[in-house]
């Protein structure tokens, strides 16, 4: 039995992952921003005229949901205030001013006790920075300690389904016994047996290569997947691994699974062995604009226009800079904006990955069911969609669209499917809590004339 | 600073941020080339004639939707070659020796009336083609239902038109012995330019599934449902098998199955839809062979389906992922119980 889900689709893959690691230089200055993850901000610990080392806490908020920020030079902070962030808008970020000395303060590696220790491991994620790499950014600590006692089954996604994204493949190559030994926490911290890896079989050579190092002593079983977009998604993963299916508007631990990605369980490696806070990753730069593909290890915070300096520069102009695969990548405003700690790939695409029409008119060929994970139907989805039509597109479960794109990638008339229910999800949102208000403000008035 | 330094300007837009290869304009050039073996099983029969109309009724289709949009201010489309596809798909279905403006007259009705009245493309809710035929039908009847003699038959059959396998089969008179299994299956009958040999149009749906351009489940279940249905019911005459075979491979049955059906706009996609949708079509079908008043039933059967097809998508809304069967029961179960207790 292969290990897979219902629908999807097959994309162009353009994965280079024999192109060597190279280290991108890191810039002469860094811009950290204070927003790195989903939940709240963090206050920058430091000021202007500070010095810093590598690995530092320079940015923390004490709520649980919230992930601290380091330092990925050592330097001194030349300003603190808002700057572009790659998902768009001004963030308050730390600048650093680099000193090429990469002084780090690194914090102590974890006791044998201690990494045995659920609630040890669990301080230290958080401690490190760690969020989902994935790309969601979600701060682990908070997923796995919000798991334990529902999961009882903990998968590992190796799949990396997006196109031109090859980080998690190199790290499984170049880290392996890292990695496992990462799992292996991410396990404890989970306090289940087993860990399940879920790894797409174009990877072949990497499931062979963890398989030869006896996963089953870290209580790891690698599960080959079918090459498959979006296989790395949660839900898909869950299906795939288990044969559960997450309800709709529910999480993976609704079905006793959680999913962690493969680049976070590294980083709980480097925090809880080398005590290294998350500061660098394997990036991929890819794209028409630039010679070709680069994976470079990169320091959080670098710019991208000092990134494709670092790639050879541009050899056509760009116009669009893609966060991510280009699946469910997003599009980048400013050459300024920097990485940040989920940053799988920086891709820069030129008119020759570009497939846009004028006007697109659905022809009705029903490609968009097909292919939807979800098993919904986004040709009445947008139709509902372009007549402002709110009670149809909740017929049509327009908020359990988790934005794959696939319905997208797979129309031959080329409708902007994903962008319109991405817009319609935040219009309900709106929607909802305007309705939600003026409830409560009627409740109020019925209060007050009491 | 770098004023000289050209500025580049960034597009900034929702995922995805690549799509398939495959555009409107590839599946209509894929449907396209799947009619070429039947058209060319016409040549061969019939000689160039078939091909010339082909010609005729493809320039007039492109001209009239060319026509309209531009004198409706319109954006053109001609560019998709949807129209290409209607204006060959009408001359299949006319007969091989039929006048030359015959398929001008039906191109003004599929494109103009049935596809650009409700707004070109996809809003069609009639397959154009199709609708341009039964236009036909009832306009020219004489003309629709004279069949000329192909070339492999012209030793044994006298004159210059004939009866079609299929009118053999209505009137329920026993096969000519020139008309086996094998001259259905090569197309050396007569018939409408695009349906005589089985064999060509085997292969041009074979390569619309492979292309992907359409899915197994309308012509499966069309073709499953019209077999089925003649080797339970029969015929005097004919074994339940071979009146199966010849009702399978006779008349525009194929060519209806797999490219009139699948026709994107008038079908269902919901996919269990498609299979409703494919075994009414297979049911009306037997049923006008049966019982109608014409010999053949594709036609009317595939325009009368059409015009279920949205409801049969209303009523075949799938369960998203993640709900289960008991979860489906338990609401319909709550449902139940509420309506009861407010009783």
Same mark, same amino acid.
């Given at each position: 039995?292969?290990?897979?889900f219902? @629908? ?45 080392? *590598?690995?530092?806490?320079? !940015? ?67 401690? $490190?920075?760690?969020? !989902?790499?994935? @790309? ?17 089954k903990?998968i590992?996604n @190796? ?7 090859? @980080? ?26 087993? $860990?399940?890896?879920g ?34 998604g949660e839900k898909m993963q869950v299906k795939a691994v288990t044969g559960r299916e997450v ?5 993976p631990?609704g079905v006793g699974c959680n999913v ?113 994970? *979800? ?17 149809? *597109? ?20 080329? *409708? ?31 209060? $007050?004339?009491? | ?99 030359? &403006? ?111 351009? #359409?899915? &197994?489940? #309308? ?23 071979? &009146? ?13 199955? #797999? ?50 097809? &949205? ?11 993640g ?21």
């Amino acid at each position: 039995m292969s290990h897979t889900f219902k @629908g999807g689709v097959h994309p162009n893959y353009m994965k280079a992952p024999e192109v060597p690691v190279t280290v991108i230089a890191p810039p002469s200055q860094v811009v950290i921003p204070m927003i790195q993850h989903i939940g709240a901000p963090c206050q920058p610990l430091v000021k202007v005229g500070d010095y810093v080392k *590598m690995y530092q806490k320079i !940015g923390e908020n004490p709520v649980p949901v919230s992930a601290p920020v380091h330092s990925s030079v050592s330097g001194k902070v030349i300003a603190v205030e808002p700057r572009p962030h790659p998902l768009g808008d001004m963030i308050m970020s730390v600048v650093i001013e680099n000193d090429f000395q990469d002084t780090p303060e690194l914090m102590p590696p974890l006791t044998e006790e201690q990494l045995k220790d659920p609630e040890a491991i669990l301080e230290r994620i958080r401690e $490190a920075g760690v969020v !989902g790499m994935g @790309g969601a950014m979600f701060p682990t600590a908070v997923k796995i300690r919000g798991g334990i006692g529902k999961v009882d089954k903990l998968i590992i996604n @190796g799949a990396e389904c997006e196109p031109y994204l090859n @980080g998690d493949h190199l790290t499984m190559l170049n880290f392996p016994t890292q990695l496992l030994k990462g799992i292996e926490l991410v396990r404890i911290a989970n306090c289940v047996e087993k $860990a399940y890896y879920g790894i797409e079989v174009n990877k072949q050579d990497a499931i062979n290569l963890l398989n030869s190092l006896n996963p089953a002593q870290y209580g790891i079983e690698i599960v080959p997947e079918e090459v498959k977009y979006p296989q790395g998604g949660e839900k898909m993963q869950v299906k795939a691994v288990t044969g559960r299916e997450v309800k709709p508007g529910g999480l993976p631990s609704g079905v006793g699974c959680n999913v962690v990605s493969t680049r976070t369980c590294y980083a709980i490696y480097q925090a809880c062995y080398e005590g290294k806070s998350v500061i660098e990753r394997i990036v991929t730069y890819g794209g028409s604009a630039l010679k070709g593909p680069v994976n470079g290890l990169t320091r959080v915070g670098t710019p991208f226009k000092h990134i494709a300096e670092q790639c050879g520069g541009f050899v056509k102009t760009p116009r669009k800079i893609v966060l991510g695969g280009p699946m469910m990548g997003i599009c980048a405003t400013s050459f300024d904006a920097p990485t940040v700690k989920g940053t799988a790939g920086v891709l820069f695409f030129t008119e020759e990955e570009d497939r846009h029409v004028e006007n697109p008119t659905c022809i009705r060929c029903g490609k968009c069911i097909t292919v939807c994970p *979800m098993n919904l139907e986004p040709v009445f989805m947008y139709m509902y969609y372009s007549k402002g039509d709110y009670e149809n *597109m909740e017929k049509y479960h327009v908020m359990d669209c988790f934005e794959c794109g696939s319905c997208s990638f797979n129309c031959p008339a080329r *409708m902007p499917l994903t962008h319109a229910f991405k817009t319609a999800k935040i219009m309900f949102q709106v929607k909802m809590a305007k309705e939600k208000a003026k409830a409560e403000a009627e409740a109020a008035a019925k209060e $007050a004339k009491k | 600073m770098s004023e000289n330094k050209e500025r580049i300007v960034l597009d900034v837009a929702y995922q995805p941020q690549v799509r398939t290869a495959t555009d409107t304009k590839r599946i209509m050039l894929n449907v396209i080339l799947a009619l070429m073996p039947a058209l060319a099983v016409a040549v061969w029969q019939y000689g160039l004639y078939p091909l010339v109309l082909a010609l005729i009724s493809v320039a007039s289709a492109v001209f009239f939707e060319w026509g309209y949009r531009k004198l409706m201010k319109k954006t053109c489309t001609v560019g998709d070659l949807s129209a290409c596809v209607t204006g060959l798909l009408l001359a299949l279905v006319l007969p091989t020796n039929a006048p030359w &403006w015959l398929p001008i007259i039906g191109n003004f009705f599929a494109i103009v009336v049935v596809k650009q009245l409700y707004g070109g493309i996809g809003k069609n809710f009639l397959n154009p083609a199709l609708a341009g035929r039964a236009f036909l039908l009832a306009s020219y009847a004489a003309i629709m239902g004279r069949y000329a003699v192909p070339k492999a038959l012209t030793a044994a059959v006298d004159g210059v038109t004939m009866a079609t396998p299929l009118s053999y089969l209505y009137s329920g008179a026993a096969m000519p012995g020139y008309m086996g299994f094998k001259s259905l299956l090569l197309g050396t009958i007569p018939g409408c330019i695009g349906e005589l040999s089985t064999l060509a149009l085997l292969i041009g749906g074979a390569y619309l599934l492979a292309t992907k351009v #359409i899915s &197994w489940r #309308i012509p499966g279940a069309y073709l499953g449902t019209v077999a089925v249905l003649c080797l339970i019911f029969g015929h005097e005459g004919y074994g339940n098998v071979d &009146w199966m075979l010849y009702n399978l491979m006779s008349g525009g049955l194929m060519l209806g199955a #797999i490219f009139m059906a699948t026709d994107y706009a008038t079908s269902p996609v919901t996919l269990n839809g498609q299979l409703l949708y494919g075994v009414g079509c297979g049911a009306l079908t037997v049923l006008i062979r049966y019982f109608g008043g014409f010999p053949e039933g594709v036609t009317y059967a595939i325009l009368i389906m059409n015009l279920c097809t &949205w409801a049969i998508d209303k009523g075949f809304h799938r369960h998203q992922f993640g709900v289960t069967k008991e979860d489906i029961a338990a609401e319909k179960a709550a449902k139940k119980a509420a309506k009861e207790a407010a009783k």
